[in-house]
C-alpha cells in the first residue's frame, strides 16, 4: 500500500463546477497535512494546510478524518486558473524521520 | 516572501560527469531538502538536512551526495551522471518554528537531461 494514495486523474469539469478530490494516508502518527498546488511545470506551493476541525480558505474547504486516515479537498464554483495538479501531503512523525510524504498528485482541467 | 534559488533551470551533462545542483534559501529555515520529480512516481525524497553538516539519507540516495557547509546553501551532487537520473530536481526549506514547521517552500526546480 502506498504511504499517501490519492484519486486518479485527470479531472475535467466545467467552469462553476464544484469538485472534491480525496486522499488516504497509511501512517496513524501522521499529524500535519496539507494540500500542495502546482502548476505545470512549476514547483509545487502550498495551497493550505489541513486542520482537525477542518478548515475553509474561500473556495476551497480541507476535511480530515483521522479514524479512517482520509483527507479530502473540495473546490466550488471551478475557475479556469483552478488548473493544476493538486498534491495531498502528509508529514511522518520525528521518531520516523520527520518526513513529508507526497500522493502523486491529481490533476484538474477546469474548461470554459 | 520565502525566496528558494536553485541555481539552474535546466541543464544538460554527459553520462559519467560530476554533476552539481546549488540550492539556496533566504529565511534562515533549518530543514532543507532535495527531491525528484518524475511522471507517474511523483516526489521522492533524496537527502534531506535539519542542519549545517548533517544529512539523512531519503527513500532514493543511491548514485546521490549532498553538502551542508553553510545554513542557507544545500548542495546535490551526482558523482558520475546517469541517464535514468535525467529528471525534475527540487529543494525545498522549511522553518521548525511551531505553527509553522513542515510547511516546505521549493526552489523552481533544475530540469537536468543526461545524455
Known amino acids: 500500500r502506498k504511504e499517501v494514495e490519492q484519486d486518479p486523474g485527470p479531472f475535467n469539469v466545467p467552469e462553476g463546477a464544484t469538485v472534491a478530490f480525496n486522499c488516504t494516508y497509511s501512517?496513524?502518527?501522521?499529524?500535519?497535512f496539507f494540500w500542495y498546488r502546482q502548476d505545470c511545470r512549476k514547483e509545487p506551493k502550498l495551497l493550505m494546510s489541513?486542520?482537525?476541525s477542518g478548515n475553509e480558505d474561500g473556495r476551497f474547504t480541507a476535511q480530515l478524518n483521522r479514524a479512517s486516515q482520509y483527507i479530502s479537498l473540495l473546490i466550488r464554483d471551478s475557475k479556469l486558473s483552478d488548473s493544476a495538479t493538486y498534491l495531498c501531503?502528509?508529514?511522518?512523525?520525528?521518531?520516523?524521520?520527520?518526513?513529508?510524504?507526497f500522493g502523486q498528485g491529481t490533476e484538474l482541467s477546469v474548461k470554459p | 516572501d520565502v525566496k528558494v534559488t536553485q541555481s539552474s533551470r535546466y541543464l544538460v551533462k554527459r553520462t559519467g560527469e560530476k554533476v552539481f545542483l546549488e540550492c539556496v534559501q533566504d529565511m534562515d529555515h533549518e530543514n532543507m531538502f532535495w527531491y525528484r520529480q518524475d511522471p507517474g512516481l511523483g516526489l521522492r525524497l533524496i537527502y534531506f538536512s535539519y542542519d549545517v553538516k548533517m544529512k539523512e539519507k531519503g527513500d532514493i540516495p543511491e548514485g546521490y551526495s549532498v553538502s551542508r557547509e553553510k545554513k542557507e546553501r544545500f548542495s546535490l551532487i551526482l558523482e558520475s551522471a546517469s541517464t535514468n537520473q535525467t529528471s525534475m530536481y527540487l529543494c525545498?526549506?522549511?522553518?521548525?518554528?511551531?505553527?509553522?514547521?513542515?510547511?516546505?517552500?521549493f526552489g523552481a526546480g533544475t530540469r537536468l537531461s543526461v545524455l
Open positions: 525545498a526549506s522549511s522553518p521548525i518554528k511551531t505553527g509553522q514547521k513542515n510547511i516546505q517552500y
Open positions: 501512517n496513524s502518527a501522521s499529524q500535519s
Open positions: 489541513v486542520y482537525s
Open positions: 501531503v502528509v508529514n511522518f512523525p520525528y521518531n520516523q524521520g520527520g518526513k513529508l510524504i
